[in-house]
């Protein structure tokens, strides 16, 4: 094999394609990655959307906007009072930004360490397994793969009449990124990114009102788990409006006027900073030669089978590219499936059992199916819940806001779904999560004995719940 010839090549170095590479290299593949992201410092930042500007700044700005809220608002009730409170935006972004360098780092330290051959710049895909290189500090070049990884992510949609300028206008890179906390903070969607850091911004002081087009709040959860995590946001102050179309928004004197009509009639709103949160749409402009042989779907998604395989042999694609939801933990597992798939090795992706989260506080959790898809279906299931007011942890903490719900098959009791909402939810959604993958039911659940006295029992006495036997609440 020459010099310019590989086993495998990934394009794209997000949670994807850094996944998957790894695990080839692991495999004895002779394997390149191709990512062109760099940090504010020049240097190579593989990770994708999720690492440098999604997933893991967002949850560094909410941890700690999530302190300052709970000094401000809830530890008198623990006896602890604290005079003087102030917060430094600069030290939070600074520490936001550590981290990010932190973990950036140590995927090119990994990528040496499995003897990768990494490529900070772009990479573009033409006929024959032929890749286009160009680095951002030298001049394009060609290598062939044996196979070809397409992992590339996806980018924010762009809504018309708003155009954002990342100073007054905002996407999610400059949502990161304000230097002061905004009097009024607006938010165009109300989904996760909008729900994360209109959290951020309002715990730390701002009006902030969310702007959502469709009627009905959070419509991929149960209406009675939506209903108890809009009521808490609003306690919070979160103002969240349903059924608003914005129809523009201008930045003029250091404000932002936004149109939006609500019920047939026209609005206006003018905030110091807005933030345009609309969803993400596969990032392939530039990725694909028109002689490529990969095919796109009417949505802009390329076009798999369920093995992640495109309409070109051996061209695969991953992650936010394709069908299923654009989640980071979704993309690592098809990464590693499809390096394992080229190997040789047997592959498993069960899009089924895949977890969403919003990390807001109540957070947000939930897989599988809803009551609303299982009645579409025509499917007879039953279900079970319990608060985590009704836990002794909870209330010792201080933090007893949500539930748990289940849903079981009528007949044959297999889990079907979960929805959390409450403290810790991301974590306690995978014991559910391995439940389902060895389809387990919700007497397995019952049966498990979890330790006195946890949040986690919550996820216990909702299974019980499901066969009304719950313990600690009426049935």
Same mark, same amino acid.
């Given at each position: 094999?020459?010099e310019?010839e590989?086993d495998?090549?990934? /394009?794209?170095?997000?949670p994807?394609? +850094?996944?998957?590479?790894?695990r080839?290299?692991?495999l004895?593949? $002779?394997?390149?990655?191709?990512?062109?992201?760099q940090?504010?410092?020049g240097k190579?930042?593989?990770?994708?959307?999720?690492?440098?500007?999604?997933? /893991?700044?967002?949850k560094a700005?909410?941890?700690? !906007?999530k302190?300052?809220?709970?000094?401000?608002?809830? +530890?008198?009730?623990?006896?602890i009072?604290?005079?003087?409170? !102030?917060?430094?935006?600069?030290?939070?972004?600074?520490?936001? #930004? $550590?981290? @990010?360098?932190?973990?950036?780092?140590?995927?090119v330290?990994l990528?040496k360490?499995?003897?990768?051959?990494?490529?900070?710049g772009?990479?573009k895909?033409?006929?024959?397994?032929?890749?286009e290189?160009?680095?951002?500090?030298?001049?394009?070049?060609t290598?062939t793969?044996q196979? /070809?990884v397409?992992?590339?992510g996806?980018?924010?949609f762009?809504?018309?009449?708003?155009e954002?300028?990342?100073?007054?206008?905002?996407?999610?890179v400059? =949502?990161?990124?304000? =230097?002061q906390?905004?009097k009024?903070?607006?938010?165009?969607g109300a989904?996760?990114?909008?729900?994360?850091?209109?959290?951020?911004?309002s715990?730390?002081? !701002?009006e902030? &009102?969310?702007?959502? *087009?469709v009627?009905d709040?959070?419509?991929?959860?149960?209406?009675?788990m939506?209903?108890?995590?809009q009521?808490?946001? $609003?306690?919070?102050?979160l103002?969240?409006r349903?059924?608003?179309?914005?129809?523009a928004?201008?930045?003029?004197?250091?404000k &932002?006027?936004?149109?939006?009509?609500?019920?047939?009639?026209?609005?206006?709103?003018?905030f110091?900073?807005?933030?345009v949160? @609309?969803?993400r749409k596969?990032?392939?402009?530039?990725?694909?030669a028109?002689?490529?042989?990969?095919?796109?779907?009417e949505?802009g998604?390329i076009?798999?089978?369920?093995?992640?395989?495109t309409?070109a042999?051996q061209?695969?694609?991953?992650?936010d590219?394709?069908?299923?939801?654009m989640?980071?933990?979704k %993309?690592?597992?098809?990464?590693? %499936?499809?390096?394992?798939?080229?190997?040789?090795? %047997?592959?498993h992706?069960n899009?089924?059992?895949?977890p969403?989260?919003i990390y807001?506080d109540?957070e947000?959790?939930?897989?599988g199916?809803?009551?609303?898809?299982?009645?579409?279906?025509?499917?007879? +299931?039953?279900?079970?819940?319990?608060p985590f =007011?009704?836990?002794? #942890?909870?209330?010792?903490?201080?933090n007893a806001?949500?539930?748990?719900?289940i849903?079981?098959?009528?007949?044959?009791?297999?889990?079907?779904?979960c929805? /959390?909402?409450?403290p810790? =939810?991301?974590?306690?959604i995978?014991e559910v999560?391995? %439940?389902?993958?060895?389809?387990g039911s919700?007497?397995?659940?019952?049966r498990? @004995?979890?330790?006195?006295?946890t949040?986690?029992?919550a996820?216990h006495?909702?299974?019980? *719940?499901?066969?009304?036997?719950?313990?600690?609440?009426?049935n």
């Amino acid at each position: 094999m020459s010099e310019n010839e590989f086993d495998v090549i990934f /394009i794209g170095g997000g949670p994807g394609g +850094y996944a998957g590479a790894i695990r080839a290299a692991q495999l004895g593949l $002779k394997t390149m990655l191709i990512d062109d992201r760099q940090g504010d410092d020049g240097k190579p930042a593989p990770g994708g959307t999720c690492l440098n500007v999604g997933c /893991i700044p967002s949850k560094a700005l909410l941890d700690s !906007s999530k302190h300052f809220h709970h000094i401000q608002h809830d +530890y008198t009730d623990h006896g602890i009072s604290v005079d003087g409170l !102030s917060i430094d935006i600069d030290t939070m972004l600074e520490r936001k #930004r $550590k981290v @990010v360098k932190q973990l950036t780092g140590g995927l090119v330290q990994l990528f040496k360490a499995n003897k990768i051959e990494f490529v900070n710049g772009r990479g573009k895909l033409f006929a024959d397994r032929q890749v286009e290189v160009t680095p951002n500090d030298g001049d394009k070049y060609t290598v062939t793969g044996q196979h /070809i990884v397409l992992a590339a992510g996806s980018v924010a949609f762009s809504i018309p009449n708003v155009e954002v300028d990342n100073e007054l206008i905002l996407d999610n890179v400059g =949502a990161l990124e304000i =230097a002061q906390v905004p009097k009024r903070f607006g938010v165009i969607g109300a989904g996760v990114i909008g729900l994360e850091m209109g959290s951020v911004w309002s715990r730390l002081g !701002s009006e902030t &009102v969310l702007l959502e *087009a469709v009627d009905d709040f959070l419509p991929v959860i149960d209406r009675d788990m939506a209903k108890l995590a809009q009521r808490e946001f $609003k306690k919070q102050g979160l103002d969240i409006r349903m059924g608003c179309r914005v129809s523009a928004a201008e930045a003029s004197d250091g404000k &932002v006027k936004v149109s939006y009509t609500k019920d047939g009639e026209e609005h206006q709103e003018v905030f110091d900073k807005l933030l345009v949160a @609309v969803g993400r749409k596969p990032a392939t402009d530039q990725l694909l030669a028109d002689d490529s042989g990969v095919s796109l779907t009417e949505r802009g998604q390329i076009e798999v089978d369920g093995s992640c395989r495109t309409s070109a042999d051996q061209i695969w694609a991953i992650g936010d590219l394709v069908r299923g939801p654009m989640l980071a933990h979704k %993309a690592s597992e098809e990464g590693i %499936a499809v390096a394992e798939s080229i190997a040789g090795q %047997a592959a498993h992706i069960n899009l089924d059992t895949v977890p969403w989260v919003i990390y807001t506080d109540p957070e947000i959790a939930w897989l599988g199916k809803t009551e609303t898809q299982l009645k579409e279906q025509g499917i007879e +299931y039953k279900t079970g819940s319990f608060p985590f =007011a009704a836990t002794g #942890r909870g209330l010792a903490m201080g933090n007893a806001v949500g539930q748990v719900k289940i849903l079981a098959d009528a007949e044959s009791d297999e889990l079907l779904g979960c929805q /959390i909402v409450g403290p810790s =939810a991301s974590e306690f959604i995978g014991e559910v999560v391995v %439940a389902m993958e060895f389809n387990g039911s919700s007497e397995d659940l019952a049966r498990i @004995v979890h330790a006195h006295p946890t949040l986690s029992e919550a996820v216990h006495e909702a299974a019980l *719940a499901v066969d009304k036997r719950a313990i600690h609440k009426v049935n």
